[in-house]
């Protein structure tokens, strides 16, 4: 399940470029303000699975019909859209609790009055679906450099690509359900067409509280596991989901 929030800019808001950790603190301050045992929790250890931990909830980039950029600033001149989305009931009663409460949301030193909180529809899933970003996919693994180990990040002609996708909902079914779906089947693809046409300029480098995180912003295609893919819609495909990346739709 996702919220939807509209929230009004008054006579405009600019941030920093990279304004994603200013996101992820609205959702922890929300979340502390209604439980903050559970804030603790999420924030320190998550949801484990495979020996990996998960906090199994992503965000949208902030969405306006106006916005430019200046520099490592960004403009925005109308309305803003933002979207949060979690599996997790308790995440997101906690965090809508003190949404609704509060009536807005504060962004770096910015009070934003919230006009609307919706809760969108869920699609119909299906084992073949397109979806286009709402935010960068990242999807990384280490590889050797130079004799030694390091963090790669995958792009979209990775051959590995499709099978680190799913070993990666896999194991966040497992932390969601406690057991991995019947049917553990997926084929992860972007549009080739659409990166033909954008000359293959489809990434973005976004700097997160000083980690260069290289994501992908193009329309894909799954096939195979629902449950898998319905997972992926939930809580974000590929991974660093919690710092506002992999939230897609259909």
Not at 137 to 156: F, L
Not at 172 to 192: C, M, Q, S, V, Y
Request: glycine share 8%; hydrophobic share 35%.
């Amino acid at each position: 399940m996702r919220i939807k929030i509209v929230a009004d800019i008054g006579n405009g808001l600019t941030l920093p470029i990279n304004y994603n950790y200013l996101l992820a603190g609205v959702i922890y301050r929300f979340l502390a303000e209604s439980d903050p045992e559970y804030a603790s929790f999420l924030h320190n250890e998550g949801y484990a699975a495979a020996e990996k931990r998960f906090k199994l909830f992503t965000f949208s980039q902030l969405m306006a019909e106006r916005r430019r950029i200046t520099g490592d600033r960004i403009h925005f001149g109308s309305t803003l859209t933002w979207q949060v989305s979690s599996p997790i009931e308790r995440f997101l009663s906690h965090f809508a609790d003190t949404l609704l409460t509060e009536g807005r949301l504060t962004l770096g030193h910015e009070p934003l009055q919230v006009k609307d909180v919706t809760v969108p529809r869920i699609p119909r899933f299906q084992s073949e679906m397109s979806f286009r970003c709402l935010s960068p996919i990242v999807m990384t693994t280490v590889r050797e450099h130079n004799g030694k180990p390091s963090m790669h990040y995958c792009m979209p002609d990775d051959p590995e690509l499709s099978e680190l996708i799913r070993q990666n909902l896999l194991r966040k079914h497992e932390a969601i359900r406690g057991r991995a779906p019947h049917d553990d089947t997926l084929t992860f693809r972007f549009d080739t067409d659409y990166i033909r046409r954008r000359n293959g300029r489809v990434t973005r480098l976004v700097d997160y509280k000083g980690i260069k995180v290289r994501g992908v912003l193009c329309p894909f295609r799954v096939s195979g596991s629902v449950a898998l893919i319905q997972t992926g819609y939930e809580c974000g495909f590929g991974d660093k989901n919690s710092a506002g990346f992999g939230m897609a739709d259909v």
